[in-house]
């Protein structure tokens, strides 16, 4: 019975982690368009879910739990367009470092490893109603 009730813990902390990320992966789609009004300004800045494994002193299991939302680093592509208000000298404007086919995948993942940590539920609950029923 310990055993269920650590797997649980376990796949619930999986499910709370992924949904973390699927939040920041649709912030970053929301914000893929987002860019300075004035020049010298930066657009909207991609970030990342980190995760780290913690021990539950009370059920005594590793659980993974979000570390840190970063920003992603990378370099801002640059678009000409002279009319826009943010753009440069030269007349471009850095543009957000948000690939949507890179979140679209990110969220794929977010999205099958929390079905994967709902399905360990289901199979625990299922075989805790077995076992219920046998003892019947």
Do not use: C
């Not at 979140?103 to 199979?123: F, G, H, K, P, V």
């Amino acid at each position: 019975m310990d055993d269920m009730l650590k797997t649980l813990h376990i796949a619930a902390s999986g499910m709370r982690a992924q949904g973390a990320r699927l939040r920041v992966v649709a912030e970053n789609i929301a914000n893929a368009e987002s860019m300075a009004d004035a020049p010298g300004g930066q657009p909207y800045r991609r970030r990342v879910v980190t995760f780290d494994s913690a021990l539950d002193k009370a059920i005594g299991a590793t659980t993974v739990k979000v570390g840190d939302v970063v920003p992603d680093r990378s370099v801002f592509p640059k678009q000409f367009d002279p009319s826009h208000p943010a753009a440069d000298a030269d007349g471009y404007v850095q543009t957000p470092n948000v690939n949507p086919l890179i979140e679209m995948a990110d969220m794929r993942e977010a999205q099958r490893s929390y079905e994967a940590n709902l399905n360990t539920i289901r199979a625990a609950r299922t075989m805790l109603q077995d076992t219920i029923e046998v003892l019947r």
